[in-house]
Every structure is written in C-alpha cells, then in structure tokens.
C-alpha cells in the first residue's frame, strides 16, 4: 500500500514502482531444502518484461494509465519421487506484471490516497496423482518346454499306448532293480 500525493502519484507515473516489487532473484529452490551448494537444485526464473510504458494524464485528470500494480509468480511443480510419499517438485517459475489505472480522487491536492500494489503466487501442478508403475508379476511356475512331459503325454490317437509301455517300463527296471538289490 502507497500512500501518495498527487504530485507523488505523478512522479510515480514517470519512474514506476519497480522497486517496490523487489525482484531481482534470478534463481529459486527446487525442493524445501535444497543445498545452496547445488546449482542442479536451483531452477531459473523468468521474468515477462517489465511494463514500462505508463501515462500520466496530468493535474486536471488526475489519472495513471498502464502502471504496474500486480506481479504473479506461477509456479509450475510435479510429483516425484516414491508412490507412496511423493514430493513436490518446482520444475520452472515465470514472474508475470499487470497494469491498472490509479486515479487521485482526493479533491485537495496535498492529502494523501492509499494505492495498492499486489502480489500472488499460483502454483500449477503437472499431474494431480502420480503415476502408480507396478511391475507385472513373474509367473508362478517356470516356463518349461514344450516336450518335458513327452513320455506321459502325447498328441497322438495312441497316447494310452504310451503312458501303458512308460508304466510297464517302471515296473520292469523296478524289478530289475529289487532282483540285483538283494
């Protein structure tokens, strides 16, 4: 808040009021605690031109067109890091200016009227939930091939043929097997 004459206001008209606003970072922190010793962790700011072309009326209109009352800082962030405690992150930051008319409505010229200058700062989020990337599960079973089960299981008309010579084959080594044994 300014408060100003009218000759204040018209000297104003002609400077500006860039100084009030006191931007001259040019850098700010991506995350909360960013080091000050990291430049990664630091990201640039940019600035719209600064309005400059003002006007003053004069003493009998009394009025300040196009003068800068309004700077918006938008920031544009994003979530990383893990699902379930992301952070946000400021990814870019834009400095924006906008114009107003200030008219002096006092009737003496030597009283003072209050002037408003404002700030904001909006904040833009990339994507509102994070992604959620679950890997797909490995299989419960190993994949084997195609003929590991070849001697119980066939394709052919006479697979009971060959699951009858396969159990007649066990029980014969089977014997064998108790015959040599004892």
């Not at 040019?26 to 600064?50: C, F, K, P, T």
């Not at 700030?119 to 679950?134: H, I, M, N, R, W």
Request: with cysteine; proline share 5%.
């Amino acid at each position: 808040q300014l408060k100003l004459t009218l000759d204040q206001l018209a000297s104003i008209c002609t400077t500006g009021v860039f100084d009030y606003f006191n931007t001259t970072a040019d850098r700010i922190a991506q995350w909360g605690n960013s080091s000050l010793l990291n430049v990664n962790e630091w990201v640039s700011i940019e600035y719209d031109s600064y309005p400059t072309s003002t006007a003053w009326s004069g003493d009998n209109a009394r009025t300040c067109t196009g003068i800068p009352n309004i700077v918006n800082w938008q920031f544009l962030t994003k979530k990383t890091g893990s699902v379930y405690n992301p952070q946000t992150k400021i990814v870019r930051v834009r400095v924006k200016y906008q114009t107003s008319t200030w008219e002096f409505t006092e009737s003496n010229t030597t009283d003072t009227q209050d002037f408003f200058l404002y700030g904001t700062a909006t904040f833009y989020s990339l994507d509102d939930k994070p992604k959620v990337q679950v890997p797909s599960s490995p299989p419960l079973f190993p994949k084997l091939p195609h003929d590991t089960l070849y001697p119980l299981y066939t394709n052919s008309a006479q697979s009971g043929t060959s699951i009858s010579l396969l159990a007649a084959s066990v029980a014969i080594l089977a014997t064998l097997q108790m015959a040599w044994g004892s």
